[in-house]
Structure formats: C-alpha cells, structure tokens
C-alpha cells in the first residue's frame, strides 16, 4: 500500500541504477516497487508496508456500502433486452443510461469514503519526514477538522471525481461502438470478444485518467503540514489545477503509473506554473 503511493510523491531516497533498454543503450533507472518495498522494511520494518492500511480499509467499506445504499435508493428501470446490431440508437440509449446511474453511485460513493482516503495518504507520506502526526483515524479526523475545518477533509476530491466520470463515459461508450461496429454478428467468437472488451477498454482508459488520481493524491497531502507537502520536496500548490500545471511542466503527470521499469526523467526546462 505504502509502496505504491511512495512512487507516486516523487520522493527518491535510493540512487538510479544503469541498465540497458530494448536497443542495448545505457539509460538510467529508477528504484522500482520491490526496491522501495526493501527499503521500508529496512527502515520501518514489515509494519511499515501498511501504514495508513486502516483508514483505507474503511474508505473501501463506506464506498461499497454507500453504492448499495443508493442503487436501492435509485434503482436502474429495466430496460429491454437489445441486440447491438438490432437497434443502435436503443442501445446506445440503454448504455448512457447505465453509465449515468453508475456515475451517480460513484460521485457519492467517492464524496463520502473521500476523508478517510485523505487520512489513508496523510498516514502513509509521513514516511518520508519520519512524523507522527496523524497517528490514528479519529486523532486525524479532530486535527484535519482543527486546522483545516470540514474542507480539510475533501482536498484533492475535484479530480479524483472528474478521473471517475471520464473512465466510466470512456469505457463504458467505447466498450459500446466496438462491441456494435468492428465485433460481427457472424463470428462464431462475437460474445466472448464482446464479454471481454469492456474489461481492456477499462485497462486502457485508466492509463489516459491516471493524472487524475495523481493530482487528486498529491493535493491530499499538499502543505497539511508534512514536509512530504511542502519545499522543498513539493510547492505549496494552490489548486488542483496548479498541481497538473506544474507536473505537465515537469513532465511527470504519470509519476508512479509504472512499479517496474522507471526510467530516470530527463530535466525538464523551468516553465511558468503561476
């Protein structure tokens, strides 16, 4: 959990290492997953691995339970079964449809496990400074709520959201025109292609949406009072939009995407962010 989160703060206490790509030529590569898992052990011990494990944990919970609570609340009306090749526009009807009460659930879901999720970050990025400032779930909720009032508990919520809705429009509707316009009816495997492409068309649009989950964890952690957040090991952003200004300035809205094979960036020229 820690591990994984670690990559994407930017924070690298170990040296790059030498290695060869696929042409043979000598890049230089950064500390993967296993690596930085090694390394909180050694500091940290196993223990280490799963801070801030408890608050995620019940950010899970609270976002399952609630998306049970509002698909009984709002049930989707059955639609009638279509084939995508029987009426296109029915069943393009039946997928925006779906989508928009999947996206309903999701919204609320997100808003109300978002505070733990912010005190799953907090926990975890105090690695890097060695404090222990929030060191329990309700000790974090009184000193987030003491110094940052109710607003302190959905920092970084905006792009965690707008990640959330252009995956499940992206997915839902390019599943859709594939499935209706390049799987033929005539092919003996058209269903099993079918069952599997929302799946890779989910694969695929995490990765164009994965900013947003950046952007939404940094803002989670910026300047609340680690040093994880603040200078030098981050600027004091003053919106969500500061933060991706500043990593697409630095070439690094993908920081941490990859928990294997990272390639050392190459220093980018200083660009205006303000």
């Avoid at 003053?238 to 690094?252: N, P, V």
Wanted: glycine fraction near 8%; include cysteine; hydrophobic fraction near 45%.
């Amino acid at each position: 959990l820690l591990t994984g989160f670690f990559l994407q703060v930017g924070h690298e206490p170990l040296p790059p290492t030498v290695g060869r790509n696929v042409l043979g030529r000598k890049v230089l590569y950064l500390p993967g997953f296993f690596t930085y898992a090694r390394h909180i052990v050694e500091v940290d011990g196993k223990r280490g691995l799963f801070r801030g494990l408890t608050p995620r944990l019940i950010s899970s919970t609270l976002s399952t339970i609630t998306r049970g609570s509002v698909k009984k609340a709002f049930p989707l009306e059955d639609m009638e079964h279509v084939s995508n090749k029987d009426d296109v526009k029915t069943s393009l009807r039946k997928v925006v449809k779906e989508t928009s009460h999947e996206m309903m659930m999701q919204c609320v879901s997100r808003v109300v496990s978002h505070p733990l999720h912010v005190i799953s970050m907090r926990c975890m990025v105090q690695f890097v400074g060695r404090e222990v400032k929030y060191s329990g779930v309700f000790s974090a909720i009184g000193r987030i709520f003491k110094e940052e009032g109710i607003l302190g508990f959905f920092v970084g919520l905006v792009p965690h959201i707008l990640g959330d809705v252009i995956f499940l429009w992206c997915c839902n509707l390019l599943a859709h025109f594939i499935n209706t316009y390049a799987v033929d009816d005539n092919f003996s495997q058209a269903s099993v292609i079918r069952s599997y492409t929302k799946f890779v068309m989910g694969i695929a649009v995490s990765m164009l949406t994965y900013p947003f989950l950046l952007v939404g964890d940094l803002m989670a952690v910026n300047n609340c009072g680690l040093r994880a957040g603040l200078p030098p090991y981050a600027p004091a952003f003053t919106s969500w939009i500061h933060c991706w200004r500043y990593l697409s300035a630095q070439g690094q809205l993908f920081r941490g995407s990859s928990l294997l094979f990272r390639r050392a960036p190459v220093p980018a020229a200083c660009f205006p962010i303000d």
